[in-house]
């Protein structure tokens, strides 16, 4: 079993940064790959980021590719997604899942085991 819990969210302008995390428990943070995916209001959950359980890989949505970054420390059990030059069209609310097939990353949220409650995040135009 893995809790994930996110923080991180808020409210800031376009152009802005935010930082988000993720914190594991549970099964040993190490052994599987984490995403990051968002869902807008009235829209299906979509793929943001991924990164491999060994931090070597990642894979980034087009949309966000330049402008956001993952990144995981083991020792801390946590995951981040650095989000810079925000656009009002990255309002979401933000779920971080795990996924204990080590295999390729994925980007369909079927192939993720589990996923945290969510953090808000909301761009101003």
């Known amino acids: 079993q893995v809790q994930l819990v996110e923080s991180g969210g808020g409210l800031v302008q376009a152009g802005g940064s935010l930082r988000l995390s993720c914190a594991a428990s549970?099964?040993?943070?190490?052994?599987?790959?984490m995403a990051w995916f968002r869902q807008a209001p009235g829209k299906e959950r979509e793929f943001v980021a991924a990164?491999?359980?060994?931090?070597?890989?990642?894979y980034y949505a087009d949309s966000v590719k330049g402008r956001f970054t993952i990144s995981r420390d083991n020792a801390k059990n946590t995951v981040y997604l650095q989000m810079n030059s925000l656009k009002p069209e990255d309002t979401a609310v933000y779920y971080c899942?795990?996924?204990?097939?080590?295999?390729?990353?994925?980007?369909?949220?079927?192939?993720?085991?589990?996923w945290g409650q969510g953090t808000q995040v909301t761009v101003s135009s």
């Open positions: 990164m491999s359980w060994t931090g070597r890989s990642t």
């Open positions: 549970g099964r040993t943070f190490g052994i599987y790959n």
């Open positions: 899942a795990a996924d204990l097939d080590l295999g390729r990353l994925q980007d369909q949220v079927a192939a993720y085991d589990y």
